[in-house]
């Protein structure tokens, strides 16, 4: 299988890209990691008729910390994350997850930015980005804006960004003391999409929960944030009732496509199960077990 | 759509050719380069079996262009061996039964290559983990573990 034909560019600069992007209009795309327009390309989901490829573009790569906040150039690839002491040691939940992303040799190619911006409800790192209060900065023509990731993700393959917008960059807080996180994935064998997944982060204060964060992945037209399972368990000492309550709530959003991977009742199930999962090992690391 | 002039380095060797941009590294490789050493098995980047080293990195080469390859290091199974010997992963993979039929052995071998600068002395755990992005459906992976393991041992040694 082949793509179907297309101009090929190769800018290396942001502003080249984004003047290309405005030129071709509908009929151009960005190209990171391929690894989900390529294949999309050659089954003709995608007939891009100009692919503008940001691999040349130094600026979009690269990790930094800057007044406790972390910034993230969206071609940075999943195997860079991974590899990145600053975010192990501010904000470990991003390179945890990136492990549990596809294969070696995808993580090599695919990039965070491409993860976001694709809008599949089966990538990671949307729910990643909900959970840790993470913002993009998106690129246009006529300047920059940013954006929540909560918020930011609108159905599936359908996100706030503009056609001629290019992310560029992802900014997450550090993670303050006293945070536990965690992302339990269920996945069919290594390197597959999850068949359901829930990322936790919150904070304590002696055994108080002063602030907690859930999100689910795959189990809705996009990465999910379960708000009723946060206000159940904020402001409260988590016991294992509770969890179990924020779990129920947790499976009330789930909306699933049934596929390969389950059926709708077992996907709800397993979402909830993976929330259970999620908060006991959060808890575990807040308290520095 | 016209056709692009591209140049790389192929085992070593300068290569040039022209392919069109929508072409694939692993089709330039096979079909204009006449290395077909280099398998298309899913065609769909899940199996591996079209594994090459790019610039370093062992990349899926049904899921990169080979404009994208441009003045870049491409290493494919043809190169492995020098001067009419083996390279420790394929002696390993002949010792210790890493293959069967051998289709996936071409993308395991320049997996493996890479995996072993990438980590010298990996555990089972490692091993298996950085594998993970080759699939084989003969062997059941048990020797191809222990094919790995013999060329971390010989390479250690060396
Ligand atoms: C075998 C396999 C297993 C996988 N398993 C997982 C998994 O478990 N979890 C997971 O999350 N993903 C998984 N993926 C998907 C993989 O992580 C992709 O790399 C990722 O979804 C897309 O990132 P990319 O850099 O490859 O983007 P591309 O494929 O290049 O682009 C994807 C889309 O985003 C757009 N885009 C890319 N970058 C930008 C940008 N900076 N600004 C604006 N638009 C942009 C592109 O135009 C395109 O529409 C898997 C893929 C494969 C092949
Ligand atoms: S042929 Fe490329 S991964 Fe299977
Ligand atoms: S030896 Fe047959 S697929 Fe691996």
């Excluded at chain 1, 996945?187 to 999850?194: C, E, I, S, V």
């Amino acid at each position: 299988m082949i793509p179907g034909a297309f101009e090929y560019h190769a800018p290396t600069t942001l502003a080249e890209a984004v003047s290309l992007l405005k030129e071709y209009g509908d009929e151009g795309k960005v190209l990171a990691g391929g690894h989900s327009l390529l294949p999309m390309m050659k089954l003709r989901f995608a007939e891009p008729s100009h692919l503008i490829d940001l691999n040349g573009i130094d600026e979009l790569r690269g990790i930094r910390e800057e007044n406790g906040v972390i910034h993230i150039g969206a071609m940075t690839t999943e195997n860079e994350l991974i590899a990145s002491q600053l975010l192990w040691d501010k904000c470990p939940l991003i390179p945890e997850a990136a492990k549990l992303i596809a294969d070696p040799q995808v993580r090599n190619k695919g990039t965070i930015g491409g993860d976001i911006a694709h809008g599949d409800p089966g990538n990671d790192h949307p729910a990643i980005m909900m959970a840790t209060d993470a913002s993009f900065v998106l690129h246009g023509p006529d300047g920059e804006r940013v954006v929540p990731a909560n918020g930011f993700f609108l159905g599936t393959y359908f996100t706030l960004l503009e056609p001629e917008e290019i992310l560029k960059e992802i900014q997450v807080p550090v993670f303050p003391r006293n945070t536990g996180y965690a992302y339990s994935k269920l996945k069919r064998k290594t390197g597959d999409f999850a068949t359901a997944a829930a990322a936790v982060v919150l904070q304590l204060d002696g055994d108080i929960c002063t602030k907690i964060n859930i999100t689910l992945t795959n189990v809705g037209p996009t990465a999910l944030k379960a708000e009723e399972a946060e206000q159940l368990l904020t402001g409260k000492v988590i016991t294992e009732d509770l969890i179990n309550q924020a779990a129920e709530k947790a499976m009330a959003i789930c909306d699933p496509a049934e596929d390969l991977r389950g059926d709708v009742e077992y996907k709800t199930h397993m979402a909830g199960e993976m929330t259970r999962r999620a908060i006991r090992q959060s808890l575990d690391r807040a308290r520095g077990n | 759509m016209a056709k692009q002039h591209i140049s790389f380095t192929l085992n070593g060797q300068k290569v040039e050719t022209l392919v069109e941009p929508r072409e694939l590294l692993i089709h330039v490789l096979r079909e204009q380069l006449g290395q077909t050493g280099s398998h298309i098995g899913c065609d769909t980047s899940h199996c591996g079996a079209c594994t090459v080293d790019l610039n370093g990195k062992s990349v899926k080469a049904c899921t990169i262009l080979a404009v994208q390859a441009n003045d870049g290091e491409v290493l494919t199974v043809e190169g492995l061996a020098k001067d009419g010997e083996l390279h420790p992963v394929q002696e390993g993979f002949m010792q210790e039964h890493g293959l069967q039929c051998g289709f996936c052995t071409p993308g395991m071998l320049l997996r493996a290559y890479r995996f072993l600068q990438e980590n010298p002395n990996p555990t089972e755990e490692e091993i298996r983990w950085g594998m993970s992005g080759n699939l084989c459906r003969c062997t059941g992976y048990q020797n191809i573990i222990k094919a790995v393991q013999y060329a971390a041992k010989k390479m250690q040694s060396a």
